[in-house]
Structures are given as structure tokens and as C-alpha cells.
């Protein structure tokens, strides 16, 4: 674990923290007005790996081999000059900071900018986002605030803790709509399966899983060519098909990163868990702790109300952005559908 103090005077500005895999979609809004949840669990925080703030530049500005060493691999509107390394946490982890008005940027909903200052020498350390439509946060500036261990880390949800716990809520809700974490997700993995279509069709069948991801893939892969590469959800608990996929939607370890291994030659592809457990052991309500014959008789006279489908809102310039850092984008097949999405034409 470790403590994010004050750079200028070495006050702590949270308590122990753990470093967690940094959610991708941390920098990008959901729609307009719309109020947004805590982006990061409570004890815990992440890194940003892109430049945040200091000068936009366009990408006819970037310099012959620029653009690859900060890690875009496909051409985008522009990026930013500055620092790379924030690091976010929960607002209620900030402790150690007092919100400075003045410096506060008021929007229509709420306030970003520079707001945050150290509370013990007021220095300013990062911001506070508490805005519509961006998620909330504690961000730090890594010019103005360090990392200190503060002892080892707690231990991470085990696989069968992340994929068979189902007692939370449901990431779906009665009318269908998911979670913006969950939607959020989605898209990184739509990126994810176009860069391992390489250019061909994805064909994934039948079922919640088809209904999630098929037609939205579908609509980003119409350069595709050739014959269809199979996918299906592969990992724990689940029966293995035979002849194997050539794509694995397999489960993302939400706080580590770690992704279930595929089998050798099969592309993994990464599904945040919580979307991967609710596909795979689709129930439309949290599951009771009973014996097999209680649950038999729940389900006799409390039968689950009929499958209404999904209602998926998928932030495009995310699956953008996530394609235009990727390798892969470079090859004929993925660019072609790298330049499809950006001139918007997965909307069509």
C-alpha cells in the first residue's frame, strides 16, 4: 500500500491506498447532465499512463515519430503536453486536502479545476471533479504529489470471489440498461475485439452474449472481410467448446488487470468480471444461498421475469481512443476499421 503525501512538505493527503488498474474511460464524459458515480473504489487509487493538461497539440504538430513515443499509433485531433502519472482516488480518500473555492472552475452541475490544495501548507496539490457527466474523482498532480509505501497490499479478490459472488447488485437494471461502469467496459472490450477481428468478421453466436456485443461489433466491422473468426465466452466454471474459438471473451480482474488465460492459439480478449459473470451465469436476480432443492423450489414460485433485452449506450470516441494506442491499429485490417469509427460512421 502506499500514502499520497504532499511533495512541498510531506503532509499525507490520503490514508494507505492500493494501486489498482487504472479504468480507462477515467478522462471521457457520458453523455450531457448526466450524474455520475465515485470513478474509484474507497482504499484505493490508479495511475494515469496519458499526458493530462498543459498545451493541446494538433496532430499535424507532432514531430516524425512523436506520436509513437507517447503511444498513439493512428492519427487523432491532438494531445496534450502535460505530465503523465496523475493519480486518482475517491474524493472521500482525500483527507488531507481542503478545497479552495477560489480556484474552482463552477460549471452547470458542479466544479473541476485546480481546486485542491495540501491542508497543511496549501500548496496546490490537484482537482476535485464534481461535475455532470464526468465521473467523480480526487486527482493529483504527480509534480506536486508522491507515492510513499505504507505497508504491503491487501489481497485481491480471488477468481472464484469475483465470478461466483452474486449477492451485490445486478449491473443490469429492470428495463435492461446497464451500469456506467459496465458500459464504460463494453466499449473497451469492442475495441479490443476489433483489434483481434484483424479485419475479419466476428461471428459470436447466440444468446445474452450475442445480444450484448453482435451488433454494435457488427457495426464497426463493416470493412470486414473474408471468413468469420468464432467467438465465445471462455473461462471458470464454463464448458469448453470443442473445436476452440478463435477469440476468447474471457474475464478482466477489475482491480489487478489480470486476464484469464486463453487456450494456446486462441486470442484472449478481456471482459471487465461483472459483465463476464453476468453473461455467463445469466440470472436476473442475486442469487440465495440455499441447497440445491430450496433453490428448486425458488425457482418453481418465484420464477425469474422473462428477459427483456439489453439497452446499451457505447461511447464511441472511448473505442476510438483506446484503437488509436493500440499496435495492432497499424495493420491493414484494424486501421480500416480504426478510420470507420473515427469518421463516425459506426452510427449509421
Known amino acids: 500500500m502506499e500514502t499520497l503525501v504532499c511533495a512541498h512538505c510531506g503532509a499525507a493527503l490520503t490514508g494507505p491506498v492500493t494501486r489498482v488498474r487504472f479504468p480507462p474511460y477515467a478522462n471521457h464524459p457520458m453523455g450531457n447532465g448526466h450524474p455520475m458515480p465515485v470513478l474509484m473504489a474507497a482504499g484505493s487509487y490508479a495511475v494515469d499512463p496519458e499526458p493530462s493538461g498543459g498545451r493541446w497539440r494538433s496532430w499535424a504538430e507532432l514531430a516524425e515519430g512523436e506520436a509513437e513515443a507517447r503511444g498513439y499509433y493512428a492519427p487523432v485531433e491532438g494531445v496534450r503536453d502535460g505530465p503523465v502519472g496523475w493519480m486518482l482516488c475517491a474524493p472521500g480518500d482525500a483527507t488531507g486536502t481542503v478545497l479552495v473555492r477560489e480556484r474552482a472552475v463552477v460549471s452547470c452541475c458542479g466544479i473541476t479545476g485546480d481546486n485542491l490544495s495540501c491542508a497543511a501548507c496549501l500548496r496546490p496539490v490537484g482537482e476535485r471533479a464534481d461535475e455532470c457527466s464526468i465521473w467523480q474523482t480526487a486527482r493529483f498532480d ?3 504529489v508522491r507515492a510513499v509505501p505504507a505497508g504491503p497490499d491487501r489481497p485481491p479478490a480471488g477468481w472464484a470471489e ?3 459472488d452474486r449477492s451485490g447488485p445486478l449491473p443490469v437494471d429492470a428495463r435492461g440498461r446497464w451500469n456506467e461502469r459496465c458500459e464504460q467496459e463494453v466499449a473497451v472490450t469492442l475495441a479490443h ?17 450475442a445480444e ?10 463493416r470493412t470486414a472481410t473474408g471468413p468469420a473468426k468464432r467467438c465465445t465466452l471462455y473461462g471458470p466454471d464454463l464448458p469448453r467448446s470443442r473445436p476452440h474459438p478463435d477469440i476468447a471473451l474471457v474475464p478482466l480482474h477489475p482491480d489487478t488487470g489480470e486476464v484469464w488465460p486463453a487456450p494456446p492459439g486462441v486470442r484472449a480478449v478481456p471482459l ?9 451465469f445469466h440470472d436476473e436476480r442475486p442469487a440465495v444461498r440455499a441447497g440445491h432443492r430450496l433453490r428448486a423450489e425458488l425457482a418453481r414460485d418465484d420464477p425469474q421475469p422473462p428477459h427483456r433485452g439489453y439497452w446499451l449506450w457505447v461511447d464511441h470516441q472511448l473505442v476510438r481512443d483506446l484503437l488509436a494506442r493500440m499496435p495492432a491499429v497499424r495493420r491493414a485490417g484494424v486501421r480500416a476499421a480504426y478510420d470507420l469509427v473515427r469518421r463516425g460512421h459506426d452510427h449509421g
Open 193 to 209: 475485439l476489433i483489434a483481434a477481428a484483424d479485419g475479419s468478421p466476428v461471428s459470436i453466436g447466440h444468446g445474452p452474449t
Open 272 to 280: 471487465h468480471a461483472e459483465i463476464w459473470r453476468h453473461l455467463a
Open 162 to 164: 469475483l465470478l461466483h
Open 142 to 144: 504527480p509534480r506536486a
Open 212 to 221: 450484448l456485443l453482435g451488433r454494435e461489433l457488427a457495426r464497426r466491422l
